[in-house]
C-alpha cells in the first residue's frame, strides 16, 4: 500500500485548506486512515483519524475546525481545515494501517501566516 498526499499550502489566519491522501495497492487491508502534524521543534502529533466503519477521532485542539471524511470507493481520505491558526503550521503526514501495519506517506507543509 502507498500514500499520496496533496493540498498543503499558504493560508492567512481564518483561512481554509483541504488535505487529500490517496492510498493505492492493497486498499482493502486498511482500517484506519488519518493524519498526523509535526511542528518545528516537536513531537509528531495525532490530527485527526477514522475508521473503515466511520468511527472518527480528532485532537482536542482542533475539534470544530478541522473535519476527517473518508472516501471508500476513491481509498481517499480528506482533511478538511477551517478556522487555522498559526499554531496549525506544521507538515502534515497521512497515515494509515494496512494489515495493521503502520505506514505513512510523504508530508505536505500547511503554513497559516499573515
Known amino acids: 500500500v502507498q500514500l499520496q498526499a496533496s493540498g498543503g499550502g499558504l493560508v492567512q489566519p481564518g483561512g481554509s485548506l483541504r488535505l487529500s491522501c490517496a492510498a493505492s495497492?492493497?486498499?482493502?487491508?486498511?482500517?484506519?486512515m488519518g493524519w498526523y502534524r509535526q511542528a518545528p521543534g516537536k513531537q509528531r502529533e495525532l490530527v485527526a483519524a477514522?475508521?473503515?466503519?466511520?468511527?472518527?477521532n480528532y485532537a482536542e485542539d482542533v475539534k470544530g475546525r478541522f473535519t476527517i471524511s473518508r472516501d471508500s470507493a476513491k481509498n481517499t481520505v480528506y482533511l478538511q481545515m477551517n478556522s487555522l491558526k498559526p499554531e496549525d503550521t506544521a507538515v502534515y503526514y497521512c497515515?494509515?494501517?494496512?494489515?495493521?501495519?503502520?505506514?505513512w506517506g510523504r508530508g505536505t507543509l500547511v503554513t497559516v501566516s499573515s
Open positions: 497515515n494509515a494501517d494496512p494489515w495493521g501495519v503502520e505506514i
Open positions: 495497492g492493497s486498499t482493502w487491508s486498511i482500517n484506519t
Open positions: 477514522t475508521t473503515a466503519r466511520g468511527i472518527t
